[in-house]
């Protein structure tokens, strides 16, 4: 089938936007000089002094290289259709959602930085370390293999959130470890990271107010809208 490229550069358009936001806010001439990053997503003695610029270009290495190579392959819009999903049944959980309780004098820019900077960390190990000792073992030429990565994966996904005092993100954090890892298993580990740090840049308002949080679901829903859009054009012009 060939390569609608109108919908697959729409579709790029469309998943870039996070991304930009969260490097808008992420943005801070204090915190961009030299700091302390821990280089692992949970509490651990490895770190390493680094400026945040730096891993903010990997970001956006990272990102082209996974949006361009989804527009090149025609999966730009299907990927589209799976963070449209994503976000429209997250969004459906968090409707209620509470104001929570954070430190006013908490950098933004730093949060916004966690964010990505935990989605590629996450899909480093929990999809990307399983995925290369199922390679160097053997175990990817077996018939079964792709249930068992998704199953042992998406587990290690929900225990690893439940280790971290959010009994309650168990089943969520293990459901979206299983599209994470599907996604892996059909496009590829950058893809994964690509949805993984859009998930992330649009779970938090970044702001904690009332009016925030209605801004937050407002804008949140117009996104699930665009990207239906994307997804609509896509099944009607293929």
């Not at 938090?204 to 996104?223: E, K, M, Q, V």
Request: hydrophobic share 55%.
């Amino acid at each position: 089938m060939p390569v609608n490229y109108l919908v697959e550069g729409l579709a790029v358009a469309v998943l870039a936007i996070p991304l930009l936001r969260l490097t808008r806010v992420g943005y801070d001439p204090v915190w961009w000089q030299w700091s302390l990053m821990d280089l692992m997503p949970f509490p651990s003695p490895w770190s390493i002094r680094s400026p945040l610029w730096a891993w903010y270009l990997l970001f956006w290495v990272l990102s082209i290289c996974a949006l361009g190579m989804a527009a090149s392959r025609g999966s730009a819009a299907t990927l589209a259709v799976v963070v449209a999903a994503l976000e429209g049944g997250y969004a459906l959980m968090n409707k209620r959602r509470k104001s929570a309780p954070v430190d006013p004098s908490f950098p933004r820019s730093i949060l916004a930085f966690g964010l990505w900077h935990n989605a590629l960390l996450e899909e480093l190990i929990f999809r990307g370390l399983p995925l290369l000792v199922g390679v160097a073992t053997g175990l990817s030429a077996r018939s079964a293999w792709p249930y068992i990565y998704v199953c042992f994966t998406a587990l290690l996904f929900g225990l690893y959130h439940l280790k971290r005092n959010r009994p309650v993100r168990f089943y969520d954090t293990a459901v979206f470890g299983v599209l994470l890892a599907l996604v892996v298993l059909h496009y590829g580990l950058l893809p994964a990271v690509l949805v993984h740090s859009i998930h992330n840049a649009l779970s938090i308002p970044l702001g904690h107010t009332h009016l925030s949080l209605r801004t937050w679901r407002r804008n949140r829903w117009l996104y699930v809208a665009s990207l239906s859009l994307v997804a609509f054009l896509h099944l009607t012009m293929s």
